[in-house]
């Protein structure tokens, strides 16, 4: 999957991904109401509210992408419904030829982390069948456990050509609390930063490693650093738009080749008709004013990387 990632990101000349995090609020009315008239002010008028808009987003950008990342709590909080729309919203992506990257951050003891990547990038055993039951193309994974809750993971990508991203310095305003801290004199989120990058070495696509790193576009200085650490890890580069990133900030997230690092926007793209910025396509084209926001992505990355 990360060759596919990689020639993906070079036929799209876009090293961003479309976040797919839809809260009810952000769908417009007219959607809700069709919704809402099929099935009821239920979680399932919920669920297929988001759904259509989520299929409407896709169907006006995939062609400028290469990569999606549903945010799988944005569909569990509809329950049961919500979970389907999630793995209705990975199917069409993929079938649309986008890579999948399921934000689902799990992670556990390593009996448990099996089941977590059986459940979502690998295959299930009932009887004498296997099924694929959600099927992303890459998850999100949380290293808090250490190896034994990570080699589940790695072990199903191995088997079945997905891949990871580790959390290594996540965007948020507390991620130093833990991740900062000196082990030895050098901040834990290197460490675990070294950590991926030996993971990633026996795990390698044809010009990248399968398993990649999260480092929010908020603390580009340490980016920077890490980039050096993980010479052959894609970086996931979430916070751009909504909390802050910008283009000129990622300059040093990418390597010298201009690969290795793809830019995650979610609000900043789907909720663009409610930005004063795209107001002019009004909540009856939301899916066009989310074209112009991905646009405008591709041309702020690009020509902070030219
Ligand atoms: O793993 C992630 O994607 C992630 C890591 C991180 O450090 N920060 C972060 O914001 N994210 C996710 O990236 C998305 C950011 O959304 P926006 O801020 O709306 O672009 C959400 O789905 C977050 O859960």
Known sequence: MINKLVANIKKTNAPIV?????????????????????????????????????????????????????????????????????????????????????DIKRGDIGSTSVAYAVGHIGKVKVGEKSYAPFDEDFVTVNPYLGSDGINPFIDVCKEEKKGLFILVKTSNPSSGEFQDLLVDGRPLYELVGEKVAQWGED?????????????????????????????????????????????????????????????????????????????????????????????DMIADISQALN
């Not at 910008?246 to 609000?267: C, P, Q, T, W, Y």
């Open 203 to 295: 795990c390698m696509g044809d010009e990248y490693s399968y398993i990649g790193a999260v480092v929010g576009a908020t603390y580009p200085e340490m980016g920077k650093v890490l980039r050096k650490i993980m010479p052959k890890s894609y970086i996931l580069v979430p916070a751009y738009g909504a909390q802050g990133g910008r283009g000129k900030d990622l300059v040093h997230f990418f390597n010298e080749d201009g690969l290795g690092a793809i830019v995650n926007s979610s609000r900043g793209i789907i909720t663009a008709y409610k930005q004063e910025k795209y107001a002019r396509f009004g909540a009856e084209h939301f899916g066009d004013a989310s074209r112009a926001a991905v646009e």
């Open 18 to 102: 479309v976040g797919l995090d839809p809260m009810l609020d952000y769908v417009p009315d007219q959607v809700k109401a069709k919704a809402f008239a099929e099935c009821g002010e239920t979680l399932e008028g919920a669920a297929e509210a988001i759904w259509q808009f989520n299929k409407e987003i896709v169907d006006k950008t995939y062609d400028l992408i290469p990569a999606v990342k549903p945010q799988i709590a944005m569909y569990e909080q509809f329950g049961i419904p919500g979970l389907m729309a999630f793995k209705k919203t990975v199917d069409y992506c993929k079938e649309k030829g986008l890579v999948v990257i399921g």
